[in-house]
Structure formats: structure tokens, C-alpha cells
């Protein structure tokens, strides 16, 4: 198949909040790690793949190093993004999603806090045992504002 033929009408742009479809849900379940995008000072894009949970959604991801630069630029502005992919080399398994939403911390002692904890340590067996999540550190509510998505369409 021609590259036109592959991209043509296949990128999906969907103005919504919080209404992944079956499908987009189960292609995040897959995922390991999220590209996690903030704004420097100097309006650069600052992108780390990170660790996440999801769950009605929201991204959550475990604040770790809160003195990290990803932390500290969301002192200076909310807006973020997540990009999750999936590549293969002849491109006919290519799909993924770019999120674009808002951040928030979500503080120790809150109940929305301790369930992401909670989804983090059963997605990732490491967070049980080698590295012990730390439960008073904050975690990060990412809340979808618009997504795109290419070849998860319904």
C-alpha cells in the first residue's frame, strides 16, 4: 500500500473529555510507558516516558522526584500532553494516541490519591517489589482535554 494510501483519512481528531473508545482503552491497558510532555521556562517541549496508570479516563503517573524538572514546569503552566505508540516496521501496525489536558497533583491522604497508588503497584510488579512506591509523595492527574488518535478509530 501506497504511504498516501496508509495516511490518507486516518488520522482521527476528537474535541472530548474523558471518552476514549473500547478500543483506545485496551490499546492504553497495552502500554508500558506514556511520553509525558510539559513546558520549560523558555517555552521548549520537555518529554519524558514515564510510568502510568489509567483509570476512568485519567492518566496518573507517581510524582517520584518531585524537585524534577517535569514537576517544576507544571508550576508555571497545567497544560500538558501524553503520547502513546505502537510501531512496526512496515507500518501496518502503526497506531497511537496524543492527549492533550490538564494537570493536577493529587495530595497524599486523598482517596483519588491512594487508588492510583493502588493501580500503579498492580500494573507494575516492580512498584511491589523492587521499588517501593512511596505513598506520601504526590501523584499526577492527567484530565484528557482533546484527543487524537491515528489507526484507533472505531
Request: hydrophobic share 40%; charged share 25%.
Amino acid at each position: 500500500m501506497a504511504l498516501t494510501g496508509l495516511l490518507t483519512g486516518r488520522l482521527n481528531v476528537m474535541n472530548m473529555v474523558n471518552e476514549f473508545s473500547e478500543r483506545q482503552k485496551a490499546f492504553i491497558a497495552s502500554q508500558g510507558v506514556l511520553r509525558f510532555n510539559s513546558l520549560t521556562p523558555d517555552l521548549r517541549i520537555h518529554c519524558v516516558p514515564l510510568c502510568f496508570a489509567f483509570e476512568d479516563g485519567n492518566f496518573y503517573v507517581h510524582c517520584g522526584n518531585t524537585g524534577a524538572k517535569r514537576w517544576r514546569n507544571l508550576k508555571r503552566s497545567d497544560v500538558v500532553s501524553v503520547e502513546l505508540d505502537a510501531y512496526t516496521d512496515d507500518w501496518s501496525g502503526n497506531k497511537g494516541l496524543l492527549v492533550y489536558g490538564k494537570a493536577t497533583f493529587l495530595q497524599p491522604g486523598q482517596d483519588e490519591q491512594r487508588n492510583a497508588i493502588s493501580l500503579l503497584k498492580e500494573k507494575y510488579v516492580q512498584y511491589r517489589e523492587r521499588f517501593k512506591l512511596n505513598e506520601s509523595i504526590p501523584v499526577l492527574k492527567v484530565e484528557p482535554s482533546k484527543i487524537m488518535n491515528w489507526f484507533l478509530s472505531d
